[in-house]
């Protein structure tokens, strides 16, 4: 079945430095999502890309989506400790396009 | 208005309880979603109902029943459920085949 791995799980960074999560689909995948779930929280959508090669910037966050449309990342510059959470990223499929499947997450924390 | 609203916030029961989770959005939504979410993993998804019908079982156990009595409302039915259900269920919604919107969740403990 589908899988979307994701790497790295956990990251600790000081203040200031930047962070990066990839997530890698085996197969091919119509878009992807990214949410984020702060500790307590519930996960809260942050962006959907869906061509090929796609960038979308949201103030420090980069999101990118691979050529091949089965691969993403997400980029955060300067880290600030709001940022802390974990970061999901999810895809359409496993049999249906009302399933996600998410990948396992990057929790990220940051030390002031 | 972006919300899913999800009631309670809460619940301590015991094994033998019945209770209900209840969630809620005006998006006009069609899709609705139930999820359940251990601590440190992602949501693993449990049913999904478009046009207020069951379309996703994910092979639930038969203690969890969902409902959809109408296009805005979703409730989740817990009977005899055991210490390992514990975890956040958390209800979405979307428009079908698009992004799915979280509510906040109900934080279940079975005793």
């Known amino acids: 079945g589908q899988q979307v791995m994701q790497i790295p799980q956990y990251q600790h960074v000081q203040e200031g430095e930047d962070f990066t999560t990839y997530c890698n689909s085996s197969?091919?995948?119509?878009?992807i999502q990214w949410y984020k779930q702060r500790p307590g929280g519930h996960p809260v959508f942050l962006i959907q890309l869906v061509k090929s090669g796609e960038v979308k910037k949201q103030k420090r966050l980069t999101f990118q989506f691979g050529e091949a449309k089965k691969n993403s990342s997400l980029h955060i510059t300067a880290t600030q400790t709001t940022d802390v959470g974990t970061y999901f990223c999810?895809?359409?499929?496993?049999?249906?396009?009302?399933?996600?499947?998410f990948g396992k997450g990057t929790l990220l924390t940051v030390n002031p | 208005d972006t919300e899913v609203t999800q009631t309670p916030k809460h619940l301590v029961m015991g094994m033998t309880n019945k209770k209900s989770l209840k969630c809620e959005q005006h998006?006009?939504?069609?899709?609705m979603y139930w999820y359940k979410q251990k601590a440190k993993k992602p949501p693993e998804l449990m049913f999904v109902y478009s046009y207020e019908k069951l379309s996703i079982n994910e092979s639930v156990p038969s203690r969890f029943s969902p409902e959809c009595p109408n296009s805005s409302l979703l409730n989740l039915h817990l009977h005899a459920l055991q210490p390992e259900d514990s975890a956040l269920y958390l209800c979405?919604?979307?428009?079908?085949?698009?992004?799915?919107?979280f509510g906040p969740g109900t934080r279940l403990t079975v005793l």
């Open positions: 999810a895809g359409p499929g496993g049999g249906s396009n009302y399933k996600l499947t």
């Open positions: 197969t091919t995948l119509s878009n």
């Open positions: 979405a919604s979307s428009h079908p085949l698009d992004t799915q919107y």
């Open positions: 998006m006009g939504h069609r899709a």
